[in-house]
């Protein structure tokens, strides 16, 4: 199936229906609300490090990060634009490919949804430490 069809947001696919297709990488229609769960998780979660990193820096701290630190000097409101659509491109490319085996293993593309969050909500976890103890 293309990348984009006239199915991509009605059509009926959630899964493969034989077996054997199962085994190589596919595509589907329609997605899972665990999927959609996972992705407004992980964009909530950059949201949340966004507006925890602009307070931070407003007092005092900088951003190490050299890519955001760019997008940071050119003012805040481009700083959360940079950060949201870097996500949400990652996030859509990681949901078209979701059902590809990584690296040849017998592990899917869509573990990356839990890899993507779980440093998010570390760095949140270090942003409100920092906030409540440091500041």
């Known amino acids: 199936m293309p990348v984009f069809s006239k199915y991509w947001l009605a059509g009926r696919r959630t899964a493969p229906r034989r077996e054997e297709d199962r085994q190589g990488f596919y595509r589907i ?14 964009i909530a979660l950059s ?19 050299p890519i955001m630190a760019y997008f940071l000097s050119h003012g805040p409101l481009q700083f959360f634009g940079a950060k949201y659509l870097l996500t949400c491109a ?7 490919y979701k059902n590809a085996y990584l690296f040849k293993t017998k592990v899917r593309a869509k573990i990356l949804f ?12 270090w942003e409100v430490y920092l906030i409540l ?3």
């Open 114 to 125: 839990i890899v993507f969050a779980i440093p998010f909500a570390l760095v949140i976890q």
């Open 90 to 96: 990652s996030v859509i490319i990681l949901l078209f």
């Open 133 to 135: 103890f440091v500041l």
């Open 29 to 42: 229609d329609r997605h899972s609300c665990r999927t959609l769960a996972a992705i407004l998780i992980i």
């Open 47 to 65: 949201i949340l490090d966004a507006l925890l990193t602009l307070h931070l820096t407003s007092h005092g701290a900088r951003e190490v990060n």
